[in-house]
């Protein structure tokens, strides 16, 4: 099992003249110190659940492309940019140039979006979840059509593209894509048809097992098979605090089958929390 760094809370020590060192500060530390991924959200307000929305917030593919020009071996994507955010050929092209920028360390993270109160804030339309769920099966047909070298035209149902030229390509051929979410009717088929991540909200390994299970089904029902996808799950609480103890609610969830647990930033010496983290985390959860 490996670690990744989501940084997702920009109340940073020292205020928001103090984000953009932070920031650096804290991509530089991860990719020193054996993390394996530097993700941010895609939101334009912070999320009501974890800070009020007016808590400062960056825009995701500014901020990883700053990343990727500070980095060596990071992998860098968004947990996860959410359909309705861009006009879909124009986020696979985004993508497609944050994965050329840095050399092939991109991931192409992709949800059905859920933010109401950003999307109405800035004007930009929230369709219901039946239309953000079709568009996002819609996004991934047109990201498989542009990494391909069919640049001709696409028609979908809510998008016409004359064209689908995306150059220079992927260095890869291809980024991977990564699901969010745990919906089991929707998010989860989508993950068995063409995902080659899934990243989940269940750190509790009774509830990580049953969404598994869910998982085993559809990719049973579309002829997949389940290994072909890496399960990522974003966990609470700060491994440097308790080293040990960290590591130990991990190896339920290692065994269950994820390879990568997500933590979230902490505000202050940001250096300091990722050498620690490098040092005794990093390799107990590698020998999971």
């Given at each position: 099992m490996?670690?990744?760094?989501?940084?997702?809370?920009?109340?940073?020590a020292?205020?928001?003249?103090?984000?953009?060192?932070?920031?650096?500060?804290?991509?530089?530390?991860?990719?020193?110190?054996?993390?394996d991924?530097?993700?941010?959200?895609?939101?334009w307000?912070?999320?009501?659940?974890?800070?009020?929305?007016?808590?400062?917030?960056?825009?995701?593919?500014?901020?990883?492309?700053?990343?990727?020009?500070?980095?060596?071996?990071?992998?860098?994507?968004?947990?996860?940019?959410?359909?309705?955010?861009?006009?879909?050929?124009?986020?696979?092209?985004?993508?497609?140039?944050?994965?050329?920028?840095?050399?092939?360390?991109?991931?192409?993270?992709?949800?059905?979006?859920?933010?109401?109160?950003?999307?109405?804030?800035?004007?930009?339309?929230?369709?219901?979840i039946?239309?953000?769920?079709?568009?996002?099966e819609?996004?991934?047909?047109?990201?498989?059509?542009?990494?391909?070298?069919d640049?001709?035209?696409?028609?979908?149902?809510?998008?016409?593209?004359?064209?689908?030229?995306c150059q220079?390509?992927?260095?890869?051929?291809r980024?991977?894509?990564?699901?969010?979410?745990g919906g089991?009717?929707?998010?989860?088929?989508?993950?068995?048809?063409?995902?080659?991540?899934?990243?989940?909200?269940?750190?509790?390994?009774?509830?990580?097992?049953?969404?598994?299970?869910?998982?085993?089904?559809?990719?049973a029902d579309?002829?997949?098979?389940?290994?072909?996808?890496?399960?990522?799950?974003?966990?609470?609480?700060?491994?440097?605090?308790d080293?040990?103890?960290?590591?130990?609610?991990?190896?339920?969830?290692?065994?269950?089958?994820?390879?990568?647990?997500?933590?979230?930033?902490?505000?202050?010496?940001?250096?300091?929390?990722?050498?620690?983290?490098?040092?005794?985390?990093?390799?107990?959860?590698?020998?999971?």
């Amino acid at each position: 099992m490996d670690i990744g760094l989501h940084f997702m809370n920009f109340s940073v020590a020292g205020g928001e003249a103090a984000i953009p060192d932070a920031f650096a500060e804290a991509a530089i530390a991860a990719d020193d110190h054996g993390f394996d991924r530097l993700t941010v959200m895609d939101h334009w307000f912070q999320m009501e659940r974890f800070a009020p929305a007016t808590e400062p917030m960056l825009e995701a593919y500014t901020a990883l492309g700053v990343a990727a020009g500070l980095t060596k071996r990071l992998r860098l994507g968004t947990l996860v940019t959410g359909v309705t955010y861009r006009w879909p050929a124009v986020l696979v092209k985004t993508a497609t140039t944050l994965d050329v920028l840095s050399r092939g360390r991109a991931f192409f993270g992709i949800g059905a979006a859920w933010y109401e109160r950003e999307h109405l804030g800035l004007g930009v339309p929230y369709p219901p979840i039946a239309e953000r769920f079709a568009r996002l099966e819609e996004l991934i047909a047109i990201a498989q059509q542009m990494w391909s070298p069919d640049e001709g035209a696409f028609e979908g149902p809510f998008t016409t593209l004359a064209e689908t030229i995306c150059q220079p390509a992927p260095p890869r051929g291809r980024i991977p894509i990564l699901i969010g979410g745990g919906g089991e009717r929707k998010t989860l088929r989508l993950v068995a048809q063409h995902a080659d991540e899934a990243n989940l909200l269940a750190d509790d390994p009774e509830l990580l097992a049953h969404k598994l299970q869910v998982l085993r089904a559809h990719c049973a029902d579309v002829g997949r098979d389940p290994a072909e996808i890496r399960i990522t799950v974003l966990v609470g609480g700060d491994p440097a605090a308790d080293p040990a103890a960290f590591v130990e609610r991990m190896r339920p969830i290692a065994e269950l089958g994820a390879t990568q647990v997500q933590v979230r930033n902490p505000t202050a010496d940001l250096a300091g929390w990722a050498a620690k983290v490098g040092e005794e985390v990093v390799p107990r959860l590698a020998a999971l």
